[in-house]
């Protein structure tokens, strides 16, 4: 089981820019696809991005396109999302998710959660 880490979230002012990190908290052997979701206030969990084992493939709500970017790191099982131009309503606790089979958009479909990074937008 592997146990995944986020960081970067905090509050940031309406059109300012992010960086989340994910990476898992000890050595692993298997590559996995990740990807980031993001769960609001009193909404259910959505999907926000996904890159594939080799980072060829990427996927981005077609809500966020533009303003959001997935990769890879240099580390195994790293991966980062860029978000730009930030608006209050991408306030949520933002979830990185991985999975040694799947790639794609579905929850059900990731095997491996971290606990959550807040991102707050506000003046």
């Known amino acids: 089981q592997v146990q995944l880490v986020e960081s970067g979230g905090g509050l940031v002012q309406p059109g300012g820019s992010l960086r989340l990190s994910c990476a898992p908290s000890g050595p692993t052997d298997t590559t996995y696809a990740m990807a980031w979701f993001r769960q609001a206030p009193g909404k259910e969990r959505e999907f926000v991005a996904a890159i594939s084992w080799n980072g060829a493939g990427t996927i981005e709500a077609p809500s966020l396109q533009g303003r959001i970017a997935i990769s890879r790191g240099d580390a195994k099982n790293t991966v980062y999302l860029e978000m730009n131009h930030l608006k209050p309503e991408d306030t949520a606790v933002y979830y990185c998710?991985?999975?040694?089979?799947?790639?794609?958009?579905?929850?059900?479909?990731?095997?491996?959660w971290g606990q959550g990074t807040q991102v707050t937008v506000s003046q």
């Open positions: 998710a991985a999975d040694s089979t799947y790639y794609g958009t579905i929850i059900s479909g990731f095997s491996h």
